[in-house]
């Protein structure tokens, strides 16, 4: 790059840099921005099959259950992803039967990939809400009221925030108990104080606005006032951030699983599938692959559409 | 200083409640203590008695603090030794390879960082971008995996486990830390062979890390761009690298330091996974054995040596932001 280039981009203001920004008029929704970026939207299109595909299948061996008839849950895929060994079929490499290959027990991995998805997004969804819950509950009041609460807060969730999550999460489902529910409690523990700091500076913003202190003159109470006005505006940041953190748990649980805590045996789960694949590799590369690489599709279109709702909210479209 | 050492107070102080809420009455905790499986209830007893755990449970927070800052966290199931001991000899191990990693990785984030908000918003941005999403959102056992295989079993340059050659006999501990060791000694084969085994999981962790350092350090090389000393520079006729050197590199590592501290956090998580891959016994390797044979101390005590580690590092970083950024060395 020559010096006259640099030098040019150096004094020009950043706003022209960017054609996008350019590109889009104001005031409009953030959808329009997100289905007009081809990052945001390819991320979206596949969140969207994803859950799509979670909703139908999880209702599906719900009802299953309910109705004690398992083969509900793999109606709609094309095998028993939880069929009885078979020697036969063995690690079988992909083929048109089997589009990606069979496992040691002779299971098909794509049945099991799809099977297992419904708790990867319950995990998701269900750890970031709880922690948005507590996390925005506590952070809200605490911003909100200041003084030793405040002080407090800050300083148990430095406390929480010092342990690397994975090996919070690992120590607490370790203690909780095996299984999966273990797994979502360990993970929710791990996740609220995050949340809690981004609620706590948005309330710091928040709280001496005017419409906060028009209220507090009329004299609501403090409670109402928090629910009325403080949480419902410190939401929007907060939710781009999410979206990239939807992620970023998909990850965590499955490196969990990777290791053996989590969802028990005979039930699929993506992690385990690719660690019980690694000891096969690279002979039997399908085996290890495919699951891995279902997380990495999935967690990169949370982060694609977050990165980018983000950006937006934010309003810093031109980095 | 004040607030880090409220911080390792309250993070014991959760520890400790995790352990009296799962091991509610002191008799299951005297069985941890012991750490074995056939015990009397006399050598209960003793142990109840020895550590005060029939007390008032602020008594015994405070005995777990002292203990906690003596090093001393009670007996390992496994191995029938001190968790510390066995810790003093993991921690260097895995400490020695995650610090050589965060280096590449900050280099690396660094130097990406800095040629995609150079050239923003053109081919080396998005190459670079679309390369770190992958690996962020990369499951580090599928990063580790493929450079596994690809190095060690595909072009076969390097070895695909263990620490050291196993038929070599490691030198005297001294630091603890294999590679100091080796070199005090001067065993430079052993010294050879510890690094050739030490090269796959640093690339694991630095690559698996370095997407936080280079959207940081883009951020800050555009930001800095566009200020006036930036134009300035330019008009006394400084070249674009002097520019660069001088301005946009100085003031983006002053985020950097602040994130590198964070990055520390997450390396040590890495290390669990990638030591487990590539049976590089240290501390993640520890970790993960304890997870296995459900040793609740070994666990507790290495989430515990974590947290403080990381508050440490935390606090080093407070500490050399004052010393790079001389808006903060003058108050």
Redesign the interface.
Known sequence: MKAVDLLKKAIGIRKDVDSFSKRVPENVSIWYYVIHDPQALIGLIIIALFIVWSIVEGSLQIIGGYLKDPALGWILLPHNPLAPPNAALSLKPPSLSYLFGTNLEGEDILSRILYAAPKDATAAFLVVGLAILFGGLLGTVAGYFGGWLDEALMRITDAFLAIPGLILAIALSILIGPGYYSVLIALTIVWWPIYARLFRGQTLTIKYRGYVEVSRLFGESSLKIIFKHVFPNAIDPVVAYAALDFGTVILTYSTLAFLGIGVQPPYPEWGAMASNGLSFFPGVWWYTLFPSLTILLVVISFILLGDRLQDIISGRLTY | MV?AV???I??V??VFL?VHI?LPTPQAMAKVYIGGTHFTQAEINAIIEQYGLNKPLYVQFLNYLINVFHGNFGIDTLYKVPVMYLLGKFIPITLEFVIIAIILQVLLGIFTGSVAG????RVPDWVIKALY??T???????LA?LLQ?AFA??AKVLPPFNIANPLMIPPKTITGFPLIDAAIEGDWPYFDSLLQHMVLPVLAIAFAGFGITTRIM??ST?DV??KDY??LS?MKGL??WQ?FRKTVLRNSLIPIITLTALTF??A???A??IE??FIYKGMGFY??QS??S?D?VA??S??LI???S??IA?FIADILYAVVDPRVRLE
Request: zero cysteines.
């Open positions: 607030n409220i911080t390792l309250m993070l102080f959760i995790l799962i150079m050239w923003r918003n999403l992958i962020w959102a990369m499951p580090v056992f599928l995996t295989f079993y595909y883009r951020a555009i761009l566009d930036v134009k330019y070249s674009s520019v956090g997450f040590i998580a890495g669990v996974v487990e891959i970790l993960y997870t296995v459900l609740y666990i507790l290495t989430t974590v947290g403080i990381v508050i935390n």
